[in-house]
Nanobody, 125 residues
């Protein structure tokens, strides 16, 4: 079955950087668009960014545009999220997901079919 395992979360000060990684198994990785989503305490899970199968197009939420960069390595079955200039409002559990209905929009628009277990990112002020 499809397995997505995130890593790289942690505690960082505002203005700092983190790089998240997602290891994928049980699927033909290069055949799937991939995405990152997040859920802050007391809030609904939300779209962060997605990338096409071969990485030729990326999409970002306005709140992270210019600070976050999604990338993938199809040879390694890996998805990445480079997060720079982190803010306290970026604090959330970050999820890797695939099986996307659309590449951009609300969670109900994108509607991922498969999810990882999430990794916690905490940004202190």
């Amino acid at each position: 079955q499809v397995q997505l395992v995130e890593s790289g979360g942690g505690l960082v000060q505002a203005g700092g950087s983190l790089r998240l990684s997602c290891a994928a198994a049980g699927l033909s990785f290069s055949s799937y668009a991939m995405g990152w989503f997040r859920q802050a305490p007391g809030k609904e899970r939300e779209f962060v960014t997605t990338i096409t199968r071969i990485g030729d197009a990326t999409y970002y939420a306005d709140s992270v545009k210019g600070r976050f960069t999604i990338s993938r390595d199809n040879a390694k079955n890996r998805l990445y999220l480079q997060m720079n200039s982190l803010k306290p409002e970026d604090t959330a559990v970050y999820y890797c997901a695939t099986g996307l209905l659309k590449m951009y929009g609300t969670l109900s628009d994108v509607l991922p079919q498969y999810w990882g277990q999430g990794t916690q990112v905490t940004v202190s002020s």
